[in-house]
Nanobody, 115 residues
Framework: QVQLVESGGDLVQPGGSLRLSCAAS????????MGWYRQAPGKQRELVAS???????NYADSVKGRFTISRENGKNTVYLQMNSLKPEDTAVYYC?????????WGQGTQVTVSS
């Protein structure tokens, strides 16, 4: 009874910017920890950024200073502002929400950084 929908992925040139959105819906009581993960071809899925119910954030070293995760106030809706994009950022980006001991995933949105 929990669904996540991501949007905002696109093809952009190196140095460009994108903003990804993710909305969690369904039977969710209260604000939950959420995050963005990504998976490139032939690679394992990795954490990009996360945000707690209290607003604390965490970032992978590879995106610090370039990406910003934020939350719609009082909602299980998050965004990922991606600046100064690099070809190595190319991946499918997945949204995640943690409810108790369970994790739920969105369908993914493709981000391609290429000249």
């Amino acid at each position: 009874q929990v669904q996540l929908v991501e949007s905002g992925g696109d093809l952009v040139q190196p140095g460009g910017s994108l903003r990804l959105s993710c909305a969690a819906s369904g039977t969710i009581f209260g604000i939950k920890p959420m995050g963005w993960y990504r998976q490139a071809p032939g690679k394992q899925r990795e954490l990009v950024a996360s945000i707690t119910s209290g607003g604390s954030t965490n970032y992978a070293d590879s995106v610090k200073g370039r990406f910003t995760i934020s939350r719609e106030n009082g909602k299980n809706t998050v965004y990922l502002q991606m600046n100064s994009l690099k070809p190595e950022d190319t991946a499918v980006y997945y949204c995640n929400v943690v409810i108790g001991f369970r994790s739920y995933w969105g369908q993914g949105t493709q981000v391609t950084v290429s000249s």
